[in-house]
């Protein structure tokens, strides 16, 4: 099921954020060669390129086999993905309440940073100058990470999404960052 859960958002993700990305440089390039609307043209070029390559980091973790996922798991100190966290989206700091975790460590690797990271980028950015709150609760064996904020800021098809995996069809009111989190966080051997 994760493998499938991979291959497709493997797919959805180049298709739509590589070759989106592609379209929007090949039509500037044609105005550049054109003459027109130079500046514009290159600020789009910048901007999809950049997005280009964040995507082929971002989905590194899907081409992995799950073997190769198993053998490059380890001990991760929730407390320095935090820190990188708060580091990351300084824009949004000011309305992210985090308290000092204890040094834990969890099973994890580099990309559960994505999955802190695009909790709360979504709790912030869909809640109204309401604070966001990150809060972690160790047990024996253990931890828990909560993300909150007032409101309904995970949708009925998104949160389908978190539990249940990604929708059969593309979807709109879904991104992929729910199907990132969620196979991230399977990957884990978390819920």
């Known amino acids: 099921t994760q493998q ?6 493997l797919h959805r993700l180049l298709r739509h954020e590589v070759l989106n990305g592609l379209t929007a440089i090949r039509g500037h390039a044609g105005l550049l060669a054109d003459g027109d609307g130079e500046a ?3 600020t789009a070029i910048e901007e999809n390129t950049d997005r ?32 990188r966290c708060r580091d990351r989206l300084p824009d949004v700091a000011a309305r992210v309440t985090m308290d000092e975790p204890p040094s834990v460590l969890v099973r994890g690797d580099d990309h559960l940073d ?4 695009e909790l709360v980028t979504m709790a912030v950015e869909r809640t109204d100058g309401d604070d966001v709150a990150v809060d972690v609760a160790v047990e024996e064996t253990s931890a828990t ?7 309904e800021w995970v949708s009925e098809p998104e949160r389908a999404a978190l539990l249940e995996g990604p929708p059969e069809y593309d979807r709109q009111d ?8 969620r ?9």
Do not use: H
């Not at 499938?4 to 958002?9: A, G, I, K, M, Y």
């Not at 994505?114 to 990271?117: D, G, I, K």
């Open 40 to 42: 514009r043209s290159r």
């Open 4 to 9: 499938t859960e991979q291959v497709t958002l």
């Open 145 to 151: 990470l909560a993300v909150s904020a007032p409101g």
């Open 183 to 191: 196979l991230l966080v399977g990957r884990y051997g978390g819920a």
């Open 52 to 83: 280009i390559e964040r995507t082929v980091e971002d989905v590194g973790f899907l081409v992995r086999s799950v073997d190769d996922t198993v053998a490059a798991l380890g001990a991760v100190d929730l407390g320095e993905v935090l820190q």
């Open 174 to 181: 879904v991104g992929y960052g729910i199907s990132i989190v």
């Open 114 to 117: 994505t999955v802190v990271s």
